[in-house]
């Protein structure tokens, strides 16, 4: 079964740092892109970017470049999602959720993970 | 402000058919295929059509899309209560480099 498990909710202050992780299982991972999700509170679903497992390649959205980076370390097929300095617009939930193949077909986004929560607050 | 245009909301009754639009331009639904999401309240979006019209093992087929131009809609018959969710649209964006949505439709079955 494909799984992608994502690390628990967070509760962080402005200004600090944090990595939240991506657990990938059930289909090869350095075939497929990981691709992240931000939905701020009731909000609608935002692509932040995509990193390419087997190179690390990443794409990022303009809206979010320069503010977060994509990370995996294949040895554990594990993504990961991290900001050097938060700010209280990053509260959200974040979803890590397969997406393109490498080749270049198959162009959607399944399955998703379970989505971790990241509140930003003094 | 979304790419993608969706209706903010729809609704119908049980039975009924109902169609939720998505607007966009030539450097997305213009030229790049098309999918859709389902989410309901306080869950994990989930694939509900691929590839313009493509609908995933396990999707009923009461659930249908289409492309046409710049726009594409998703089509939902035989409404049932059960459908109470919010639906996005997604396409790639080649002027961005990256893949857009829709602001999302809330709907409701009355």
């Known amino acids: 079964e494909m799984q992608l498990v994502q690390s628990g909710a967070e509760v962080k202050k402005p200004g600090e740092s944090l990595r939240i992780s991506c657990k990938v299982s059930?289909?090869?991972?350095?075939?497929?892109?990981i691709t992240w999700v931000r939905q701020m509170p009731g909000k609608g679903l935002e692509w932040v970017g995509r990193i390419g497992p087997s190179d690390s390649d990443t794409v990022y959205s303009p809206s979010f470049q320069g503010h977060v980076t994509f990370l995996v370390d294949k040895s554990i097929t594990t993504a990961y999602l991290q900001w050097t300095s938060l700010k209280a617009s990053d509260t959200a939930i974040y979803y890590c959720?397969?997406?393109?193949?490498?080749?270049?077909?198959?162009?959607?986004?399944?399955?998703w993970g379970q989505g971790t929560l990241v509140t930003v607050s003094s | 402000q979304s790419v993608l245009t969706q209706p903010p909301s729809a609704s119908g009754t049980p039975g009924q058919r109902v169609t939720i639009s998505c607007s966009g331009s030539?450097?997305?639904?213009?030229?790049?295929?098309v999918n859709w999401y389902q989410q309901f309240p306080g869950t994990t979006p989930k694939l509900l059509i691929h590839s313009n019209n493509q609908r995933p093992s396990g999707v009923p087929d009461r659930f249908s899309a289409s492309r046409s131009g710049t726009s594409a809609s998703l089509a939902i018959s035989g409404l049932q209560s059960e459908d109470e969710a919010d639906y996005y649209c997604s396409s790639w964006d080649a002027s961005l480099p990256g893949w857009v949505f829709g602001g999302g439709t809330k709907l409701a079955v009355l």
């Open positions: 030539s450097s997305n639904i213009g030229s790049n295929n």
């Open positions: 059930g289909y090869s991972f350095t075939s497929y892109w």
């Open positions: 959720v397969r997406g393109d193949h490498s080749s270049g077909g198959r162009n959607w986004f399944d399955p």
